[in-house]
T-cell receptor, first 112, second 113 residues
Framework: SQQGEEDPQALSIQEGENATMNCSYK?????LQWYRQNSGRGLVHLILIRSNEREKHSGRLRVTLDTSKKSSSLLITASRAADTASYFC????????????FGKGTKLTVNP | DSGVTQTPKHLITATGQRVTLRCSPRSGDLSVYWYQQSLDQGLQFLIQYYNGEERAKGNILERFSAQQFPDLHSELNLSSLELGDSALYFC????????????FGEGSRLTVL
């Protein structure tokens, strides 16, 4: 079963707008990661946030983590057509597990 | 280019057959992960190896097996193939097990007819 669930499943916006994707997970985590996948290609790591962190930035990306609500969000600011891809959250379960479990992803379309 | 190499890129075979997917991790990475991606199931964790030892197991069918060799490359063996095994199979590697980012290969697309 999936540990993380992204919301929405699909998102369509105009270039220049911000895109927000959410991820909820079920059990306590060590860290949470976001990945990007262009259609049919391998996943690319975007950002990692540890369970004791609340917010992290990387370029146009901003990730937040709320462990009390077991949720995370990924914000892409000033989106570009090249940001069109699927975005996945992945959580590393607490307790020494080495299993990185992915959600089903949010498919983002940025229209030029 | 992630540095992770997967072969073959595409594979078409018939039900009941057996195939082997191969993965070469990034230079220096000791940990290898296998994932299956299908349209209806998302990205499913199959199995993870660290320096030749199995470290974590996911929803891997008994018809599937994997191993990591002394040179750190890994192979995923799929046998008695069924139509439902058609999917993209990804290999990923990381320097350490379980804490950092994964580097994904481009995947092996398996079609079972």
């Amino acid at each position: 079963s999936q540990q993380g669930e992204e919301d929405p499943q699909a998102l369509s916006i105009q270039e220049g707008e911000n895109a927000t994707m959410n991820c909820s997970y079920k059990t306590s985590i060590n860290n949470l990661q976001w990945y990007r996948q262009n259609s049919g290609r391998g996943l690319v790591h975007l950002i990692l946030i540890r369970s004791n962190e609340r917010e992290k930035h990387s370029g146009r990306l901003r990730v937040t983590l709320d462990t009390s609500k077991k949720s995370s969000s990924l914000l892409i600011t000033a989106s570009r057509a090249a940001d069109t891809a699927s975005y996945f959250c992945a959580s590393l379960l607490e307790g020494g597990s080495e299993k990185l479990v992915f959600g089903k992803g949010t498919k983002l379309t940025v229209n030029p | 280019d992630s540095g992770v190499t997967q072969t073959p890129k595409h594979l078409i075979t018939a039900t009941g057959q057996r195939v082997t997917l191969r993965c070469s991790p990034r230079s220096g990475d000791l940990s290898v992960y296998w994932y299956q991606q299908s349209l209806d199931q998302g990205l499913q964790f199959l199995i993870q190896y660290y320096n030749g030892e199995e470290r974590a197991k996911g929803n891997i069918l008994e018809r599937f097996s994997a191993q990591q060799f002394p040179d750190l490359h890994s192979e995923l063996n799929l046998s008695s193939l069924e139509l439902g095994d058609s999917a993209l199979y990804f290999c990923a590697s990381s320097v350490v097990a379980g804490f950092g980012e994964l580097f994904f290969g481009e995947g092996s697309r398996l079609t079972v007819l």
